[in-house]
């Protein structure tokens, strides 16, 4: 055997390609937000998580360029040693403001901001419960804990997952766990596969009673939910209770990047132990420049939100009144679940050809029986891009024996 046979032997994707389903890696080619063009073609983009649709604001592209200018392209160094430059510096205070909270600290990346906090703060004798349909960075960094644990205590008990957002389970595992044995409970704000909001209220009561900190992944929730686009904590009132919130760049704040908010002591712990920070290049100027924009627009433009969250309602309703089966959460993901992979392949190429790009998301991505297509909404959809993706799901789902 060679370590490459497996490499060899994976046939799926060219298969996939050969029968002209396939949905992933294609490029883009313009784009205008609301519309890209893809292989030569005019799609509206309801996949997206652009959600305010800034990553093609004019404010938002002069200050990245205007930071090229000034800072050049790249860092070339970690934060910890050459990569640090004012703008870092000034993100950060704004966000921990913007937020309620004492510091920020920046990741290069959403992904390295949870795989950064999670194994640096949970160690030996200590454990993470989390979500069983945690973003995959969680789940990366509850591994990595639980490896850097097993290592000194040759266990891997570290992680403890409930059933997705159940408080009654939380509960029931919490407080099977040790009861003065530290604790970080973890969750998304808001699911990125299915834009559920989390019961927070249930789980700060539960961290409250079991000595547990809660991490919030807010990288769908800031800029959509919470007041003035302040997230889950937020949403639900509960900005002190909730002790960390991490969000992501790549989404609200059109550009790409991590942070996270807490407390000084915790933030100034992380920015002295996380490898994933310290061992990595900072986020280059252009990027945090037109995040910093990207702020700007969301403090001074609230009613973008409220824009974003008619667009998503009104695909949510439509979809639903012709037949799909949608989720019925209040965010702007809004996932139409099919049920099968292959006509899951189908209505994504079907869509595609007649003008739509979304997301395809097949096993073993979801579980059985929840095969779909995930669509996401922009501030920057107007009635005629969606009454047209709205029209194009009715003939292709109609074509295709998805909806009668
Ligand atoms: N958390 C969640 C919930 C996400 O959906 C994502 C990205 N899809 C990330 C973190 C990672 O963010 P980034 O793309 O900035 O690495």
Redesign the pocket.
Known sequence: MDLFDKCKAFTRADETKALGLYPYFHAIEENEGPVVQIEGRKVIMAGS?NYLGLTADPRVKEAASKAVEKYGTGCSGSRYLTGTLDLHVELETRLAKFFGKEDCLLYS????T?QGIIPTLVQRGEYVVSDKDN?A?IVAGNLMAAGANALVDGKVQTIIRYKHNDTSHLEAVVSKLPADAPKLIVT?GVF?TSGEIVDLPGMVSIARRHNARILV?D??AVGVIGKGGRGTASHFGLEKETDMTMG???KTFAS???FVVGDRTVINYLKHHAPALIFSASPTPASVAAALAALDILEKEPHRIDKLMQNARKMRIGLAEMGYRVGEHDSAVVPVIIGDTEKVLRMWRGLFEEGVFVNAFIRPGVPPGMEMLRTSYMASHEDEHLDKALAIFKKVGRSLGVIH
């Open positions: 998580n990346t959403g992904y390295q949870a973003h960075c998304d990125s992944d990288a769908h992501t760049f790549s790409l990047g991590g």
